[in-house]
């Protein structure tokens, strides 16, 4: 039983990061119908901003308990304005053009980001400092579940119950909701669609940088090639979900979670990425759209 | 018309390549000559160009400073010594052709192949002409322990000897159960294997775990999880750093205090700048530190005085195998196949990488590797 909560509690803490990830793809799926492939690249930002402001805080003194708090807030801050600003130069002028154009300049965007940060920093890996608190009532039961992990969980859970608030109440919110609904329709009644799409962006980005700076402190250590794996899963528990359903990207993180880390604990770590592919295919098989993701009929 | 045009191009393609072909031809000949009385050939084999050259040319640079310091001193039992290259790119069939223009070229003795692959192909052709063959860097195992090539040598010691080493070493440590950890790469994998088959034959000793992860992979908490669970005393992982130290610092995390061994992808600098506080304890194998050596430090000034560079990878080694050769040479006191064997089994020669004999399968008896322990923030061999 002990084994089964520990690989339990190891798969929760891995999918909640790739559901913080999840949920920017799937937001910008559901506004724009676009996949944005450098969004792994803005959470590996966010994760060397981090690092670079965790240094300078060090350099400079300050007491561990803030650390946290201001290296987050200026990833955060700093991935945003990066996704801002991808949105502006790499898919705006692209918007009136076929799904294919955006599409790969998408791509092209997520290896120019790579290639930028492996010049701008260094291709070597880097040793990132644990910036998560550790409980000491917590250390007795560190097998189970450490206080890194149980830190990831809760920031995660807090971070999707502020999202799903934000959207269902706030006015940003319902000019989101009704641009994922219809776009044209929105610009009609009066919202302004550029404004909400580069808001869907900010957040989204926003949320890769938590997730780039908490993983980064949990596993200690990042390089400028962490986006694409991370992007690639995260994408996955997206689609798993239903891309464009912000529910069914934290479900998808977590399904994809669970399933690696029991893949890895009762079969084999060799096949943590067969299963959690096989699943994919599965379940697009039977539910093409997704787990919660609704079918929509297209107009040819 | 067309037709008639696309048979000139072609025809004309083939008469260029025709040329180009004896145009190369006339200049190596030139290079090597048959070898009159006074000269002593010695080839060298491995890839001169394209991406791999990098690994082949210090075994070129290398034969050059053995060559010229032989014939400083008066030469090979008063013949010249001269260096006949040829280039095989690391790619098995150019390989073969490089083999055949040293039969043809009647080379006697040939310091190479570079890649493992490339050895292999040509050594038939070598045993079959007689031809005594030395590599500084072809690590496969099978090209000495098959026993199919008694004419084939080498200076660097080949994948299993590290395995070996690291099993050796658990034992040493009084470890019954090991879990045995890669990186499904090549190399990770590889020396896992060997390592598995080793602590299985080992009495008394038992892998509860083999499995290979995902390098790259967000965390590897479950394999932490199914390690502890195995009830192993110890991990050996074959693999790179930043796999290695996302595992030791997982482990060092739950709580895991079990020693943990790698091989000479994590005996690295940045092994221990990622890993900070969790590397320490960590012990990692790696080729025996040789920089201390008189010789390795008269060929390292050799080579920036000649070349105006540091030596590149497989130097050492290179140059040892050079000098292992022509003294050889200078042993038996002649060229025959049977005399130099027996030469190089029987002599022990001071060498860059120290001082080495040739064991029963052609592997150098004294090179290999140690075992290293991060103490302090830094790998400290342990003896």
């Known amino acids: 039983m002990d084994y089964f909560l520990e690989l339990f509690f190891g798969g929760l803490t891995r999918g909640s990061i790739y559901a913080l990830i999840a949920l920017g793809y799937t937001m910008v799926y559901g506004i724009i119908e676009l996949i944005n492939f450098a969004h792994g690249e803005i959470y590996m930002i966010g994760a060397f901003t981090g690092l670079i402001v965790a240094g300078v805080l060090t350099h400079l003194g300050f007491p561990e308990g803030s650390m946290l708090v201001i290296a987050l807030t200026c990833a955060v801050i700093w991935s945003a304005a990066y996704g801002f600003t991808i949105e502006k130069i790499a898919y705006k002028p692209l918007r009136g053009a076929q799904r294919l154009s955006p599409l790969i300049s998408a791509i092209g965007m997520s290896i120019f980001l790579q290639n930028y940060v492996m010049l701008a920093q260094t291709s070597d890996f880097l040793p990132f400092p644990e910036l998560l608190p550790r409980f000491a009532f917590l250390d007795r039961f560190s097998g189970v579940l450490g206080s890194s992990e149980l830190v990831i969980i809760a920031m995660t859970a807090l971070v999707c119950v502020g999202l799903s608030l934000f959207i269902k109440y706030t006015k940003i919110g319902k000019a989101m909701r009704a641009t994922a609904q219809n776009r044209k329709m929105a610009m009609l009644v009066g919202i302004n669609v550029d404004m909400v799409i580069s808001a869907t962006f900010v957040i989204g980005s926003s949320l890769a940088a938590v997730g780039g700076v908490l993983i980064a402190s949990h596993i200690g250590q990042i390089n400028y090639f962490i986006g694409f794996i991370a992007g690639i899963k995260a994408f996955t528990a997206a689609v798993l979900g239903g891309i464009g359903s912000i529910p069914g990207a934290m479900l998808g993180g977590l399904i994809l979670g669970w399933t690696e880390a029991f893949a890895t604990g009762y079969v084999s770590s060799d096949y943590e990425d067969v299963f959690a592919f096989c699943l994919l295919v599965l379940i697009l098989i039977f539910r093409p759209s997704g787990l919660m993701g609704k079918e929509k009929t297209q107009k040819v | 018309m067309r037709g008639k045009l696309t048979l000139f191009a072609l025809v004309f393609a083939m008469a260029s390549l025709l040329l180009a072909g004896c145009g190369g031809e006339q200049k190596e000949e030139k290079k090597t000559e048959a070898p009159a009385a006074k000269k002593l050939v010695l080839g060298v084999a ?140 090549d190399y990770g994998k590889g020396f896992a294997s060997f390592c598995k088959d080793f602590a299985d034959q080992e009495p008394g000793m038992e892998v509860v775990l083999f499995e290979g992860v995902t390098p790259g992979a967000v965390d590897y908490s479950a394999v932490v999880q199914k390690i502890k669970n195995s009830g192993a005393e110890g991990v050996i992982f074959g693999g790179y750093h930043p796999e290695a130290s996302k595992i030791v610092s997982g482990m060092r995390k739950k709580g895991l205090e079990i020693p943990f061994m790698s091989d000479d992808g994590v005996k690295d600098e940045t092994f221990i700048k990622v890993a900070g506080k969790y590397a320490e304890g960590v012990y990692a194998t790696g080729p025996r530190d040789f920089s201390a050596n008189a010789l390795y430090k008269e060929a390292v000034e050799a080579h920036r005085k000649e070349f105006g560079t540091d030596p590149g990878p497989f130097f050492p080694e290179a140059y040892s195998a050079a000098i292992a050769l022509l003294k050889a040479v200078e042993n038996a006191k002649s060229m025959a196949y049977d005399d130099l064997i027996e030469a190089l089994h029987s002599n022990y020669v001071e060498t860059a990488v120290g001082k080495i004999k040739f064991d029963g399968r052609g592997d150098a008896e004294g090179v290999g590797f140690s075992v290293y322990q991060v103490q302090n923030g830094q790998y400290v061999e342990i003896k």
């Open chain 2, 46 to 185: 491995g890839a001169h160009s394209g991406d791999l050259a990098s690994y082949g040319l210090p075994t070129v640079n290398a034969a050059k400073l053995v060559a010229a310091k032989f014939n400083a001193a008066g030469g090979v039992n008063g013949m010249t010594v001269e260096i006949a290259a040829q280039d095989d790119q690391c790619k098995p069939e150019l390989a073969t052709n490089a083999a055949t223009k040293m039969v043809s070229d009647e080379v006697k003795i040939v310091l190479g192949h570079i890649c493992s692959g490339a050895t292999k192909a040509a050594l038939p052709i070598y045993l079959e002409s007689r031809i005594v063959c030395m590599s500084p860097s072809a690590t496969n195992p099978p090209l000495t322990q098959s026993g199919e090539y008694p004419n084939f040598f080498r200076t660097i010691a080949p994948d299993d000897a590290q395995a070996r080493l690291e099993v050796d070493f658990a034992r040493k440590l009084g470890l019954t159960k090991v879990a045995v950890i890669h990186d499904k790469g």
